[in-house]
């Protein structure tokens, strides 16, 4: 299993960026996927996931009504919009997927990682 996390950047405080994470190598209907980011030092910090059906979308109480995670199935691809994006979210930002039926807030409950995704956000 391979994930490819893009679109990240840098933005300014208030600004939108929208995260992608394409996954390969395997079919994925039993997998749930999450979102962690990693701000300098530190722990991860579970930002949001979801079933790979699009069911049952969580957020991390630091991001509810400012992000939003989607699936589309026939692309493979989980997306995180990020609005309202706050000097505090900058970090970077790394997909996983994990043999779920719910959704959970470690990671290690997730097997399968992609690369980090850099987000900057400017005062």
């Known amino acids: 299993v391979q994930l490819q996390a893009s679109g990240g950047g840098l933005v300014q405080a208030g600004g939108s960026l929208r995260l992608s994470c394409t996954a390969s190598g395997r079919t994925f209907s039993h997998h749930a996927m999450g979102w962690f980011r990693r701000a300098p030092g530190a722990d991860f910090e579970f930002v949001a996931g979801?079933?790979?059906?699009?069911?049952?979308?969580t957020y991390a109480d630091s991001v509810k009504g400012r992000f939003t995670i989607s699936s589309d199935n026939a692309k493979n691809t989980v997306h995180l919009q990020m609005n309202s994006l706050k000097p505090e979210d900058a970090a970077v930002y790394y997909c996983a997927a994990g043999t779920l039926t719910i959704i959970y807030a470690s990671r290690a409950r997730y097997r399968f990682w992609g690369q980090g995704t850099q987000v900057t956000v400017s005062s």
């Open positions: 979801i079933k790979w059906g699009g069911d049952s979308p």
